[in-house]
């Protein structure tokens, strides 16, 4: 190309933009997720509320403490990090959906900068990659985070989580649809164990037992952090509940109606499986959503919220109310195996664990 030509201002624009697309191609390149081997799944159940009126879990659950200071790390399908509701509550960001220099692509408005910058950026790595890093493009993401630290702010406070204060680390794991593979999972939750959180929410499940996923649950526990997860929504039949809930280190929640009674979908322990460990409100949920659509968009009731029933809701009810007591008794005795016994009503005379609701209730305090 002669000098005269690379003169030409018209050339001169083009070669930045060039390079400017390499250079993002280049730093945020997001390999094509793995086959799933075994399938990880969202515990949504979006159609059915089972005759119940939708209600916010802070009505159900209410309580003078709001979880600051506590961390709560949800690993989910993303979040809309600009939501009124949400957007003060964000400490960091993590996607495994898209990466940079080979590891995951990481926002932290401490850091990095305001979360309108991280958006603007956002769609810089959409047009190089075809994947939103942090957006939720499926909504179950944002619902649970807003039950868990929904300020409220675009209805008045008629719609708030339980602990509006917690800061949340947002990992990003499902795609558009719900899904993920196990690989990504187990990646995500060994990453989470070098940072200081308090609780990892897990509104998930799987139907196989997994070494990896074990290792990582291990690995999570031992690093002082509490883990809670979804039981599953296989239906009152024994012997249903998901992985990892059915891990012995992990808090597996199932869901009731508002009357105390097992919600039908909701999954069972059995003989050999004394799990859930306990049952919180997980039907009819009113919680935060997307103001742009998603594949969850039929759920919702306005711009701002939307309704959902499933064990991932009553899992997240769960982490909010964990993180209350966290900031009243401390961590080290919201881990002891028997405090959330000792913080529960039992679901039968004989104080014994249930294979439909564990412990029983959880209470906040």
């Keep these: 190309m002669s000098e005269s030509r690379l003169e030409d201002p018209r050339v001169k624009f083009l070669l930045v933009l060039t390079i400017l697309f390499i250079l993002v191609t280049a730093l945020t390149w997001s390999p094509p997720l793995p086959q799933l081997t075994t399938e990880v799944r969202l515990g949504f159940h ?18 003078k403490f709001t979880g600051a200071g506590v961390r709560v790390a949800i690993v989910d399908s993303g979040i809309d990090y600009l939501h009124p509701d949400l957007k003060d509550n964000i400490e960091c960001m993590i996607s495994f959906v898209v990466f940079q220099n080979g590891h995951p692509l990481i926002w932290c408005p401490a850091i990095n900068g305001t979360l309108e910058k991280a958006e603007a950026y956002e769609y810089i ?19 649970v985070a807003g039950i868990i630290a929904g300020k409220g ?13 917690v800061k949340l680390w947002i990992v990003k794991v499902f795609n558009r649809y719900g899904e993920t593979s196990e690989e990504t999972l187990v990646s995500a939750l060994e990453y989470l164990a070098q940072f200081d959180i308090d609780i990892v929410n897990l509104s998930l499940g799987a139907d196989n037992a997994s070494s990896s996923l074990k ?54 322990g059995g ?56 900031e009243v008794v401390g961590k080290q005795e919201v881990k002891d195996p028997n405090f959330i016994r000792a913080h529960s009503i039992y679901m039968n005379p004989f104080g014994v664990k249930t294979y439909s609701a564990g412990w029983g209730l959880l209470l906040p305090p």
């Design 153 to 165: 702010i675009a209805s008045g406070g008629k719609y708030r989580g339980i602990a509006p204060d």
């Design 215 to 268: 290792y990582a649950i291990d690995l999570l526990v031992n690093s002082g952090k509490i883990v809670v997860a979804a039981a599953g929504n296989n239906g009152q039949m024994p012997l249903t509940v998901t992985y990892p809930a059915r891990y012995d280190d992990v808090i597996a929640v199932g869901a009731v109606m508002r009357d105390g009674k097992p919600a039908p979908f909701s999954s069972m």
């Design 125 to 143: 790595v959409f047009g190089s990659t075809g994947q939103y890093a942090w957006m939720d493009e499926n909504g179950h993401g944002t619902h």
């Design 46 to 63: 979006t159609t059915d509320l089972y005759g119940q009126e939708p209600m916010s879990p802070h009505l159900i659950y209410p309580s």
């Design 271 to 326: 003989p050999g499986m004394t799990k859930p460990d306990i049952a919180t409100f997980g039907v009819a949920v009113i919680s935060t959503f997307p103001t742009y659509s998603v594949y969850l968009s039929p759920m919702k009731i306005d711009n701002y919220y939307g309704v959902l029933s499933g064990t991932s809701m009553a899992c997240a009810v769960a982490s909010g109310i964990l993180a209350l007591w966290i």
